[in-house]
């Protein structure tokens, strides 16, 4: 059981953890329609407070390059926080299963948990 005020699952397609990890180390062909820093995949999830995370895989600007991975936090009245609380910004993968962030202090963890599941 977790300890975390708020808690929510964000739950993929089966097998999207894979695929998306895929698609994030450019193994998987983007549309060229698709905008640089558009999502190319994407899920969300909603704590019982209002706060939605959105996550996937964003288009990066060169063929070559990796598509990146985001996890967007917003507030109850859809404002987007600026300085995330979940940084994924070292992770080379989607295989990730747990978040455990803060929307007041981004040094405490503890409020809120987010878990990734495959349907």
């Known amino acids: 059981m977790s300890k975390a005020k708020?808690?929510?699952k964000m739950v993929l397609p089966k097998?999207?953890?894979q695929r998306w990890s895929n698609i994030m180390n450019g193994e998987v062909p983007v549309s060229k329609e698709l905008d640089i820093g558009a999502p190319i995949v994407m899920s969300a999830a909603t704590f019982e407070d209002g706060t939605k995370v959105y996550?996937?895989?964003l288009k990066s600007g060169?063929?070559?390059d990796y598509n990146i991975k985001?996890?967007?936090v917003f507030d109850k009245y859809?404002?987007?926080y600026p300085d995330s609380p979940i940084n994924t910004s070292d992770e080379e993968n989607f295989l990730n299963l747990n978040y455990q962030f803060s929307l007041r202090n981004v040094d405490d963890e503890g409020?809120?948990?987010l878990k990734i599941?495959?349907?």
């Open 70 to 72: 985001f996890m967007w």
């Open 78 to 80: 859809g404002n987007h």
């Open 55 to 57: 996550g996937g895989v």
């Open 62 to 64: 060169e063929p070559e």
């Open 15 to 17: 097998g999207a953890m």
């Open 111 to 113: 409020e809120y948990e």
């Open 117 to 119: 599941v495959e349907a």
């Open 6 to 8: 708020f808690n929510a």
